[in-house]
Every structure is written in C-alpha cells, then in structure tokens.
C-alpha cells in the first residue's frame, strides 16, 4: 500500500478520488475526470506519473484536434482498416514498431505527414502496395 501524502498547504493526510478538472488548449477547454490525491480541507491535488498519463492523452486529443492531426480513435479505424497490426503499420507507415501502439492510447501525436499519409490511405486503401513494393525493395 501506497502511503498517504499530506498536503503541502496545511499537512492534512491527502486520500485518492477522480475530480473534475480543467485543461485549455489554445482557447478550447476540456473537463477531464483526473485521479490523483487530493487535500479533503483544502482541495489541493497532487498527481503521480500514472495520474499525469490521464492529463497527457486528454491534452493530445485537444491538440489534435486542434491542430488537425488525427486522434487515436481514428488512427485506429484507419490502420484496422488496412489490416495492419500496430507493428506493420509502424513499419510500413513509419515511426517504428511502437509508435502506433503510442498513437492510438494518446501518448504520442503523429506528425502532420503520418497524418496526411493515413487520410489518402483510408480514402486509398489500394495505394498500400506502393508503400509495400518500396518496404520490399533490396536496401543498398
Ligand atoms: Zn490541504
């Protein structure tokens, strides 16, 4: 069992609970269900590594939006779409054998060229053989 911390603000013992709390992003708000530990006097929060991972993905999914890179949701629909494994879509696509692993949970964001890459791709599913004839090529 984890020790409890106490609050820094007034040295009550803090206790785990999921609270409302609000993220912006260039001008757009999000309300996320953040866990963490919280002050029961005072309504300090303290986050662990885990608890920030929350904050993290919910803040990529506003930056995506904003920004207008796919989601992991749709990142998602367009690789099962293509048949892909997470590891073959990072090889074929780019980014490495993880990297869709960490697109789709929100940890990462793809760059503006993967996200382009996948809008022809799920508009042009055939267009997969060409990114396979260049995977099968002898490399020098
Ligand atoms: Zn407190």
Same mark, same amino acid.
């Given at each position: 069992?984890?020790?409890?911390?106490?609050?820094?603000?007034?040295?009550?013992?803090?206790?785990?609970?999921?609270?409302?709390?609000?993220?912006?992003?260039?001008?757009?708000?999000?309300?996320?269900?953040?866990?963490?530990?919280?002050?029961? =006097?005072?309504?300090?929060?303290?986050?662990?590594?885990?608890?920030?991972?929350?904050?993290?993905?919910?803040?990529?999914?506003?930056? !995506?939006?904003?920004?207008?890179?796919?989601?992991? *949701?749709?990142?998602?629909?367009?690789?099962?779409?293509?048949?892909?494994?997470?590891?073959?879509?990072?090889? &074929?696509?780019?980014?490495?054998?993880?990297?869709?692993?960490?697109?789709?949970?929100?940890? !990462?964001?793809?760059?503006?060229?993967?996200?382009? &890459?996948? =809008?022809? &791709?799920?508009?042009? *599913?055939? !267009?997969?053989?060409?990114?396979?004839?260049?995977?099968?090529? *002898?490399?020098?």
């Amino acid at each position: 069992m984890e020790t409890h911390p106490m609050c820094h603000e007034d040295g009550t013992e803090m206790v785990r609970d999921v609270r409302p709390v609000e993220f912006s992003y260039k001008g757009q708000t999000m309300t996320v269900a953040m866990p963490g530990w919280y002050c029961p =006097k005072c309504g300090e929060g303290l986050y662990t590594r885990a608890d920030m991972k929350v904050s993290d993905r919910a803040l990529n999914a506003m930056k !995506a939006r904003c920004e207008g890179l796919l989601d992991g *949701p749709q990142i998602k629909r367009i690789r099962k779409k293509l048949g892909l494994t997470q590891a073959a879509a990072g090889d &074929l696509i780019g980014g490495g054998p993880k990297a869709f692993t960490k697109y789709e949970k929100g940890d !990462a964001l793809t760059s503006r060229a993967v996200t382009n &890459l996948l =809008k022809v &791709l799920d508009a042009l *599913p055939d !267009a997969l053989t060409i990114l396979r004839e260049n995977q099968d090529r *002898p490399s020098c």
